[in-house]
């Protein structure tokens, strides 16, 4: 009974050391989740953005942090409000995937782009 046990337990210590060797997927992508920008539409209300990041590249996460962004915000022809966010990529980021999203009126816009860019969105948000 000792012996089956121990021979399991190798075939299973073999099996998983085989299964470590096996190459990553390379299209595995990292997201780094900006700190949301807080603005104020003109008619008072308070909206906010969130933009995420996703990089491509293993070795850009060592430059996730440097990310930055901004928002301004303007009344639009529609009765609404058309918030303008940039997100400062740091250079050495390699392709990023960048997600800008007011979560309340669910409107986002996406864009690809490299590192040492500033990637500008505008959201039309339907605020009256």
């Not at 337990?9 to 073999?14: D, E, L, N, R, Y």
């Not at 998983?16 to 190459?23: C, R, Y």
């Not at 301004?72 to 058309?82: C, E, I, K, L, R």
Request: net charge neutral; aromatic share 10%.
């Amino acid at each position: 009974m000792k012996a089956q046990r121990f021979a399991l337990a190798a075939t299973m210590a073999a099996l998983l050391g085989l299964a470590a060797q096996v190459p990553a997927s390379a299209n595995l992508a990292w997201c780094v989740y900006d700190p949301p920008v807080q603005v104020e539409s003109p008619e008072g209300q308070n909206l906010t953005v969130n933009t995420y990041v996703y990089y491509l590249s293993s070795s850009s996460r060592q430059v996730a942090w440097k990310v930055t962004s901004d928002a301004t915000v303007a009344s639009n022809a529609y009765g609404g409000t058309t918030i303008t966010v940039n997100v400062y990529v740091p250079a050495g980021a390699g392709r990023v995937h960048v997600v800008a999203i007011n979560q309340r009126y669910k409107v986002s816009e996406e864009q690809d782009g490299f590192g040492g860019s500033v990637m500008t969105f505008t959201l039309d948000v339907p605020t009256s």
